[in-house]
């Protein structure tokens, strides 16, 4: 987790593919699971691995943005569906990933910048879900959530070598995850 941190502070200015960064939350985590590691308790097949999530996903405490200055005060009461169900697997969730202005695919965050992908800052990432594919090509974390409506997350996996995935609508509940075309939406895993 302290490399995760370490490669976002490194990179992260140029390639903005984090928005939020919980390091003092994560990293209060990561030596808990340790603890619990090293005295034989496992929390669930994803005990400690670091996780971000697109920026509509909410996290009890942090702000979920979407991407915009609309949102800029919101703070999330409660972590979304999603977030409880990463957590019940022992996932620790490190931060909040940039993203498209209100999931409106297809220009420049006015706010939070452009993602650049990791390898070559020349070129974007892709769709709406592009900090969170970003996020995982640069070694800021192991996995990252986004979402799909119309292929951010397959996109902008792509367009960073990586694997995107666009679960059947409705296998996940999205309680707690800001839509942006409900019949379509998906939560899933970069």
């Given at each position: 987790?302290?490399?995760?941190?370490?490669?976002?502070?490194?990179?992260?200015?140029?390639?903005?593919?984090?928005?939020?960064?919980?390091?003092?939350?994560?990293?209060?985590?990561a030596?808990?699971?340790?603890?619990?590691?090293?005295?034989?308790?496992?929390?669930?097949?994803?005990?400690?691995?670091p996780?971000?999530?697109?920026?509509?996903?909410?996290?009890?405490?942090?702000?979920?943005?979407?991407?915009?200055?609309?949102?800029?005060?919101?703070?999330a009461?409660?972590?979304?569906?999603?977030?409880k169900?990463?957590?019940?697997?022992?996932?620790?969730?490190?931060?909040?990933?940039?993203?498209?202005?209100?999931?409106?695919?297809?220009?420049?965050?006015?706010?939070?910048?452009?993602?650049?992908?990791?390898?070559?800052?020349?070129?974007?990432?892709?769709?709406?879900?592009?900090?969170s594919?970003?996020?995982?090509?640069?070694?800021?974390?192991?996995?990252?959530?986004?979402?799909?409506?119309?292929?951010?997350?397959?996109?902008?996996?792509?367009?960073?070598?990586?694997?995107?995935?666009?679960?059947?609508?409705?296998?996940?509940?999205?309680?707690?995850?800001?839509?942006?075309?409900?019949?379509?939406?998906?939560?899933?895993?970069?």
């Amino acid at each position: 987790v302290e490399g995760c941190f370490a490669r976002i502070e490194r990179s992260n200015e140029a390639c903005k593919a984090m928005i939020f960064v919980g390091r003092d939350a994560a990293l209060d985590d990561a030596r808990m699971m340790e603890v619990e590691l090293r005295s034989g308790r496992s929390r669930g097949p994803l005990h400690g691995i670091p996780i971000a999530v697109k920026d509509v996903i909410n996290v009890k405490g942090w702000p979920t943005t979407s991407g915009s200055r609309l949102f800029q005060d919101h703070v999330a009461a409660d972590d979304a569906a999603c977030i409880k169900n990463l957590r019940a697997a022992g996932a620790l969730i490190i931060g909040k990933t940039n993203l498209h202005e209100l999931t409106a695919g297809g220009h420049e965050n006015p706010w939070f910048g452009k993602v650049r992908h990791p390898r070559d800052p020349s070129r974007g990432t892709g769709g709406t879900s592009s900090g969170s594919a970003a996020a995982v090509a640069a070694g800021y974390c192991v996995a990252a959530l986004g979402t799909d409506t119309g292929g951010s997350n397959r996109s902008t996996a792509a367009a960073t070598g990586l694997f995107g995935f666009k679960p059947t609508n409705g296998a996940f509940d999205r309680a707690g995850v800001r839509p942006t075309a409900p019949t379509l939406d998906t939560i899933g895993p970069i």
